[in-house]
């Protein structure tokens, strides 16, 4: 006997929030790991990001800086993106990224069931690509 | 693909500007597409070597983001070319341009790096070019090291004066090394004495090697002539039989296969 259509839709989809929560829980989780490893990590303040600007990418630990200068050059990826860069593993780059969203350095964005990281320089950025355009 | 290279050096004066100019002129003169981009927005020197006045857009603008990066192109393959394309963006040598480009904030900073990293789409893979030449500030500060930061291959100039030599050494072991650069070194204005005995000369280069923990590139020798024409003709196009040329001939092949 076949599941009613209607039946079968739903049941997908309640296994695709479950993946999709399975997916955020495994990065929350390599986040933890990560911050256990390398000790208490700055903290966004009052939700106010911080700059990546060179000064900063040379402060940062050489793990890190691998990382967000690959993300700068690649301007948004996911962490599948970067570990292909950089030749290490994709559980560790999500982690190093991750890591760099709560320093408050990236910003970080689901889009269905991936994740894009990216350095936000923000909106005027794309207006001014659109006046470009124009002209 | 082409390359994006960075001619950098710790001290002023240490012949950045006239390596880059030389080194676009001898890539074009081959056939190639170049673009030479004046980044010492703190002392420009480009508008001068290439005599140029005014233009519509400066580099400060692509910067600002008030223009493409094409806007600020001037076309100089008819003049300073005789086969391939030569390309040149200048910096705002005013003192008022200087002034703003010195008061610019870290947020300003971290757009101008997103900038000067997007020229690797814009100018090698749009504009099919082969290569871009920056010509930076010296030391350690934002534009150069954005500049060091967006290209793909860093030539390090240095004097034969201790206080270069130990600061270039610092410069390449706390920011080459942390950013994993495929850098070059070239030292200018080497005694011609010493360069004339080849055990001395190869004892130097040892010496520097070790000292840089870095392939030493060339070392060249102080030209009379070349410091007679202060900076107003292309060597490349003027004299390319000149010894001077006949080593940056080597530079160019050496940073092509790094």
Redesign the interface.
Known sequence: MTLPRRLEQSSASILQKIKESLDRLNEKMEVMIEIQKHGQLRQVQDGVPD????????SLP?HL??TA?TL??L?QATADDVAEQTKRARAVESGYLNQLVLMGYVKKERRGRKAYFY?D??R??KE?SKT?EKS | MGKIVAIHSYKGGTGKTLLAVNLAALYANQGKGVCLLDLDFRAPSLQAVFKVHNTEYWLNDYLNGVCEIKRTLTDFSQTHARRGKLLVGFANPSTEAIREMTAKDRKWEMKALGRLLSLKTSLLNDMQLDFVIFDTSPGLQYSSINAIVSSDVALVVSGMDISDIKGTQRMIDELYDLFEKKTGLIMNKVFADILQSKTHRADLAKQLMNSYNLPLMEMIPCFCDILKTGGTTVFANENPEHPFIKTLDRVAAQVENL
């Open positions: 700059v990546l600007d060179v000064m900063t990418l040379l050489d800086r691998k200068v700068c050059k301007d350095v320089r923000e005027e950025e001014a470009w």
